[in-house]
């Protein structure tokens, strides 16, 4: 659309999807309907600006890219690195070092490869490829399907022992064997896949190859036969992750309440970005009255500062308000003022280190698990290479009053819990276990006051 600032008047110029005007303004390019077309800034297009793009061809030489690819990443870590001393290495020399690898290459992986080399000289997380650019041999990756279900052998076939999911959780979160009109259950056995017949000899993921999203029907039984089969069709998942995680923090939740009788929430913080701040949401608000809480940020993947969360966890008390009806609310109603306790682990990281750092910072409670992943840089965006890869320079670090910390160091925790796998494989969970223990002890101490309505005020005038 034009809009024209005297007349206060929008007309309108063509359908784009996208738009780019040139440096000198004259003209734009512009994405309409997946075709790409050229016209004169603020009018409309002829009906032969769209640009065959289909009949574009570009010859490339990799092995005369390689070389320029192998300046541009050390350069990108020359110029945006944070540390302009480079950690102390002699970033000149590292190149001469490593450039010495350029006749011998092979093939792009070999570049990468040495480029990795030159950078691991740096010592530094977060500096990883944005990608390998464009590919010159692409394997086509066909997904295989998934119900999201746990299956155990009994008389020689695939029976459902648990499935994942259901209405009651989110709508993104798809559970194939709960959609309505499936009707599937545990305990079923799953005689046939598409027609094919399935025995416990088999490898049950087989068939359901290439199957993600794509409507598969299964036989289903209730016994080890076909006498009472009938036939119901699904439509697999690519992926089981979401159903899986999900699964795992409700269940520690019921494992809490029932450990506490109740008093104490569990909130799960998978990052500190977009998920984190919905799963924060979503089970802060719910058990806002309860009278302790366990965050549990293990496996957290970072993102962004994870100050929201300290901010909603030290709120006070402010003041309390009487009803008629009903009881008093304390203000802010979605507050805890009792025992905090968090969990971590050693695979959280970034956003996952900086949490627990400002949880203890705020001295909100004891940090049980084990020392995080220790990788406090940021990175923020950075030019690409010729064949549209690009790397990461962190550019931007976290230090504190004792210098830069947490990068390689980790924040460890004030109880280190292990999560050994013979107890793991068992279904316990040293690690929220231990939370648990510590704050009941934490509750028995210092139980929560309780604030009783005063007298009301007579204001009558005698």
Same mark, same amino acid.
């Given at each position: 659309?034009?809009?024209?600032?005297?007349?206060?008047?929008?007309?309108?110029?063509?359908?784009?999807?996208?738009?780019?005007?040139?440096?000198?303004?004259?003209?734009?390019?512009?994405?309409?309907?997946?075709?790409?077309?050229?016209?004169?800034?603020?009018?409309?297009?002829?009906?032969?600006?769209?640009?065959?793009?289909?009949?574009?061809?570009?010859?490339?030489?990799?092995?005369?890219?390689?070389?320029?690819?192998?300046?541009?990443?050390?350069?990108?870590?020359?110029?945006?690195?944070?540390?302009?001393?480079?950690?102390?290495?002699?970033?000149?020399?590292?190149?001469?070092?490593?450039?010495?690898?350029?006749?011998?290459?092979?093939?792009?992986?070999?570049?990468?490869?040495?480029?990795?080399?030159?950078?691991?000289?740096?010592?530094?997380?977060?500096?990883?490829?944005?990608?390998?650019?464009?590919?010159?041999?692409?394997?086509?990756?066909?997904?295989?399907?998934?119900?999201?279900?746990?299956?155990?052998?009994?008389?020689?076939?695939?029976?459902?022992?648990?499935?994942?999911?259901?209405?009651?959780?989110?709508?993104?979160?798809?559970?194939?064997?709960?959609?309505?009109?499936?009707?599937?259950?545990?305990?079923?056995?799953?005689?046939?896949?598409?027609?094919?017949?399935?025995?416990?000899?088999?490898?049950?993921?087989?068939?359901?190859?290439?199957?993600?999203?794509?409507?598969?029907?299964?036989?289903?039984?209730?016994?080890?036969?076909?006498?009472?089969?009938?036939?119901?069709?699904?439509?697999?998942?690519?992926?089981?992750?979401?159903?899986?995680?999900?699964?795992?923090?409700?269940?520690?939740?019921?494992?809490?309440?029932? /450990?506490?009788? +109740?008093?104490?929430?569990?909130? $799960?913080?998978?990052?500190?970005?977009? &998920? @984190?701040?919905?799963?924060? %949401? #979503?089970?802060?608000?719910?058990?806002?009255?309860?009278?302790?809480?366990?965050?549990?940020?293990?496996?957290?993947?970072?993102?962004?500062?994870?100050?929201?969360?300290?901010?909603?966890?030290?709120?006070?008390?402010?003041?309390?308000?009487?009803?008629?009806?009903?009881?008093?609310?304390?203000?802010?109603?979605?507050?805890?003022?009792?025992?905090?306790?968090?969990?971590?682990?050693?695979? /959280?990281?970034? +956003?996952?280190?900086?949490?627990? $750092?400002?949880?203890?910072?705020?001295? &909100? @409670?004891?940090?049980?698990? %084990? #020392?995080?992943?220790?990788?406090?840089?940021?990175?923020?965006?950075?030019?690409?290479?010729?064949?549209?890869?690009?790397?990461?320079?962190?550019?931007?670090?976290?230090?504190?009053?004792?210098?830069?910390?947490?990068?390689?160091?980790?924040?460890?925790?004030?109880?280190?819990?292990?999560?050994?796998?013979?107890?793991?494989?068992?279904?316990?969970?040293?690690?929220?276990?231990?939370?648990?223990?510590?704050?009941?002890?934490?509750?028995?101490?210092?139980?929560?006051?309780?604030?009783?309505?005063?007298?009301?005020?007579?204001?009558?005038?005698?």
């Amino acid at each position: 659309q034009h809009y024209d600032l005297k007349e206060r008047k929008s007309e309108d110029i063509m359908p784009a999807d996208a738009f780019l005007i040139a440096s000198k303004g004259d003209n734009m390019l512009y994405l309409s309907k997946s075709k790409w077309g050229v016209a004169e800034t603020g009018k409309k297009p002829e009906e032969d600006a769209f640009i065959n793009t289909d009949q574009v061809q570009v010859k490339i030489n990799p092995l005369a890219e390689w070389p320029n690819i192998f300046e541009e990443a050390w350069r990108v870590n020359r110029d945006y690195f944070y540390d302009p001393g480079m950690h102390g290495a002699d970033w000149g020399s590292m190149k001469e070092k490593y450039a010495v690898f350029l006749p011998d290459l092979s093939c792009k992986s070999d570049l990468y490869r040495v480029m990795e080399w030159m950078f691991s000289e740096l010592a530094v997380g977060h500096h990883r490829f944005g990608s390998m650019g464009d590919k010159l041999h692409t394997a086509k990756n066909i997904e295989g399907g998934l119900l999201g279900a746990d299956y155990e052998v009994v008389n020689n076939l695939y029976r459902i022992k648990k499935i994942y999911g259901g209405l009651n959780w989110t709508p993104e979160l798809r559970s194939p064997l709960t959609e309505p009109g499936v009707e599937i259950e545990v305990g079923d056995y799953i005689l046939e896949v598409n027609g094919q017949e399935v025995t416990a000899e088999d490898n049950f993921y087989k068939f359901f190859e290439n199957s993600a999203e794509k409507i598969t029907e299964l036989l289903i039984s209730p016994t080890p036969n076909k006498a009472n089969a009938r036939k119901v069709t699904v439509t697999p998942l690519s992926s089981e992750q979401g159903l899986r995680n999900r699964d795992w923090v409700e269940g520690n939740m019921r494992k809490v309440h029932q /450990a506490t009788d +109740g008093r104490v929430a569990y909130v $799960y913080v998978p990052n500190t970005t977009s &998920l @984190g701040h919905e799963y924060f %949401k #979503r089970y802060f608000f719910p058990q806002a009255n309860k009278e302790a809480i366990i965050v549990d940020e293990r496996f957290n993947g970072g993102g962004q500062l994870a100050d929201y969360y300290i901010d909603m966890l030290k709120r006070p008390v402010q003041s309390f308000w009487n009803y008629r009806y009903g009881q008093d609310q304390k203000a802010p109603n979605a507050s805890i003022q009792g025992p905090k306790v968090l969990i971590t682990d050693e695979t /959280a990281g970034s +956003g996952g280190d900086y949490f627990p $750092y400002l949880f203890r910072q705020a001295e &909100l @409670g004891p940090i049980i698990g %084990k #020392r995080t992943w220790g990788g406090l840089v940021g990175v923020l965006g950075f030019p690409e290479f010729i064949d549209g890869g690009s790397v990461t320079a962190p550019n931007l670090a976290f230090y504190d009053e004792r210098g830069f910390a947490i990068e390689n160091e980790g924040v460890a925790p004030d109880i280190e819990v292990e999560q050994w796998p013979s107890e793991v494989i068992q279904g316990k969970d040293p690690q929220l276990e231990k939370a648990i223990e510590v704050i009941l002890k934490q509750l028995e101490e210092n139980p929560p006051t309780k604030t009783t309505t005063p007298p009301y005020p007579n204001r009558v005038t005698q």
